[in-house]
């Protein structure tokens, strides 16, 4: 009976030190990592903004005189923009365009010196504009994209004068015509939530020069040539939705 109860209190003292030594080699409870934000796949957005534009003109009328005119043409923008990232490390490549419609105009009445007097009136207008860029930013935190930019922009610019010649009368002189040119820029992009992210953006635009030469009746037939040069400084806030992201 002895050698009996010895035996089951070995084998009683062995199972218990073998449960032991499961229970001190099984990993303890490990939480699952947080998923990790990917700015990796497509977006599309909405932006709104202002604009800080300036239509500056040389003119050169035969037989009369020479104006160079610097014109504000300022306005509330709003538009569309679409895109795709890539992410490598802490570094975020990207395609994106835009197209925007502008409330941008401006206008200005001048005298033309020489003689007989000329008064001019000046109105100009930016209805729409867009960009084709390239990204490249640096994330400063995971969520956190600071960014430049840079590619082309294109867009339509209206003019109107109207000229008075004294003693003679009034000639009109309207331009509507779609130009390219550049922009660069930079801006901080910030995930919300969601798949959502918000952006703060600065764009310089320069939609290039552009040289006409034309006949004006009223003044007997002399010729004018006329220099154009639209720029622009863009400040807009916007927001993207991106697939193929995780969010938080």
């Known amino acids: 009976m002895k050698k009996f109860l010895l035996a089951t209190s070995a084998l009683v003292v062995l199972a218990a030190g073998s449960a032991s030594a499961a229970d001190l080699r099984r990993p303890a409870y490990q939480p699952a990592p947080p998923p990790v934000y990917s700015w990796t796949g497509l977006y599309w957005g909405v932006n709104v903004g202002y604009s800080w534009g300036r239509d500056k003109n040389t003119w050169n009328l035969n037989g009369v005189g020479s104006l160079g005119e610097s014109q504000k043409m300022d306005g509330v923008i709003g538009g569309f923009q679409s895109g795709y990232n890539y992410q490598f490390g802490q570094w975020v490549l990207g395609l994106e365009s835009d197209i925007q419609v502008s409330g941008q105009k401006g206008s200005t009445t001048y005298l033309l010196p020489g003689v007989p007097a000329t008064t001019v009136l000046a109105d100009h207008k930016l209805p729409w504009f867009g960009t084709s860029r390239t990204r490249l930013g640096i994330l400063i935190s995971p969520t956190t994209l600071l960014y430049g930019t840079a590619g082309v922009a294109y867009g ?26 550049w922009t660069a820029g930079a801006g901080i992009e910030s995930v919300i939530g969601g798949g959502w992210t918000a952006k703060l953006e600065y764009l310089y635009v320069d939609l290039g020069e552009q040289s006409v030469t034309l006949s004006t009746p009223a003044v007997a037939g002399n010729l004018a040539t006329w220099n154009n040069r639209v720029t622009d ?13 995780s969010a938080y």
């Open 233 to 245: 400084n863009i400040v807009r806030v916007g927001f993207n939705y991106r697939w193929g992201g």
């Open 156 to 181: 339509q610019v209206k003019s109107s004068y109207n000229f008075g010649v004294a003693g003679v009368g009034n000639a009109i002189a309207n331009f509507k015509d779609t130009r390219a040119g």
